[in-house]
């Protein structure tokens, strides 16, 4: 994902998640998935095609980017208005944890199966809206934020207890990579001058001046 947005952070959904529905017969199930590109969610369209053959509509939303630029619907084969957008409604009107609406990189796919009685315009954007709007309840939803990430090189004897120290002092530590003659702490910082400046001066004191960090770029990072 880009990482030159204007917006600073978002929701996601965390994972894959799958809700079913009855309603007057027909059988309404919701699955969300965590995507970034529209090719991954048009995927999860033709995937759920596959798995639900015999399914009468697998109508579709969704939204991408930390900005939500990209915004999507489909009908299916439903009236026209009456799947796709309440879908896609209630996918871009959802509060989150953050008090926002601020929900993107994730695809609904509501798959119905027929019950024998017509719900009418109004039944079927209810029961589209509802579908999505009840899952979206039940479903881990993440935070994702714009971290400035750095990479401190360190002796082989001196990377566990410095990650152990970071951690503690409430540091997100990605991973540590251990080459052949020194070790690779990744960690990930608020893109922030005034928290660099303070976990430049962390590192000095827990590495008696001994490790510096180098800048290896922005990137999008689940919160812990």
């Known amino acids: 994902m880009e990482t030159d947005s204007v917006a600073t952070a978002y929701t996601t959904v965390d994972g894959d998640f799958v809700h079913a529905l009855e309603i007057k017969r027909s059988r309404f199930i919701t699955y969300l998935r965590r995507v970034e590109t529209e090719e991954q969610a048009r995927a999860l369209v033709a995937e759920l095609r596959k798995k639900h053959f015999d399914a009468r509509h697998h109508c579709s939303a969704f939204i991408l980017g930390a900005d939500r630029t990209a915004m999507r619907s489909n009908d299916d084969g439903e009236p026209s208005g009456t799947a796709g957008v309440p879908m896609l409604d209630a ?84 991973g540590t990579a251990y080459g052949p003659g020194h070790a690779t702490l990744k960690v990930a ?20 001046g001994s490790c510096t960090a180098r800048a290896l770029g922005t990137e999008w990072v689940d919160a812990p």
């Open 189 to 208: 910082l608020g893109d922030e001058a005034d928290i660099l400046a303070a976990f430049t001066d962390r590192l000095a004191t827990l590495s008696a």
């Open 91 to 174: 996918l871009a009107k959802r509060e989150t944890g953050s008090g926002t609406t601020d929900l993107s990189d994730i695809a609904a796919v509501v798959v119905r199966y027929f019950g024998g009685i017509l719900l009418g315009a109004g039944g079927l954007v209810r029961a589209y809206s509802e579908s999505v709007s009840r899952a979206l309840d039940a479903a881990p939803l993440v935070r994702r934020t714009r971290q400035r990430i750095l990479g401190i090189d360190v002796d082989h004897g001196t990377a566990g207890r410095l990650e152990n120290d970071l951690r503690a002092g409430g540091v997100q530590v990605l």
